[in-house]
């Protein structure tokens, strides 16, 4: 069964845009021991969310897993992970933070609970219910 997250990235630093044009990235830089743990839970396949933060709070796109954690080559010293993701396609309309809000269905999200984690989990009907609201 797949799982779903979400990470977020400022676009000024690394855009859905430079994503798609890349067509892969490591996800690299996480240095927080939770967004890592995610990042350790994510599985080849598992469908992703990007999102702009800072800059425009809102989900982009989808993409996927597609090689699962290792040694984050960037790290000087610590315990940290990283993960390949590659990007699977643009959400039709961009799924806004406001939006998000709005949405009784989710209330429960990570992103309004712990705003700062970099690296979250969404249920699949959380998901689901995002895709919906980007089509």
């Known amino acids: 069964m797949k799982n779903h997250w979400l ?13 798609v044009a890349d067509g892969k990235t490591a996800w ?27 800059i425009g709070k809102e989900i982009v796109g989808m993409a996927k897993v597609v090689r699962e954690a290792y040694p984050d080559p960037t790290a000087t010293e610590g315990d940290w992970s990283a993960v390949d993701l590659a990007p699977v396609k643009a959400l039709p309309r961009a799924v806004t933070l406001e939006e998000i809000k709005r949405n009784p ?3 429960g999200i990570a992103l309004l609970r712990l705003s700062r984690l970099s690296v979250q989990p969404l249920t699949s009907a959380e998901f689901q219910e995002i895709v919906r609201m980007g089509s």
């Open 7 to 19: 990470v977020k990235q400022e676009p000024s630093a690394y855009s859905w845009e430079n994503f």
């Open 105 to 107: 269905k989710l209330k």
């Open 28 to 54: 690299t830089g996480v240095r927080n021991f939770t967004a890592r743990n995610n990042l350790r839970a994510m599985r080849k396949d598992d469908q992703v969310f990007f999102y702009h933060s800072v």
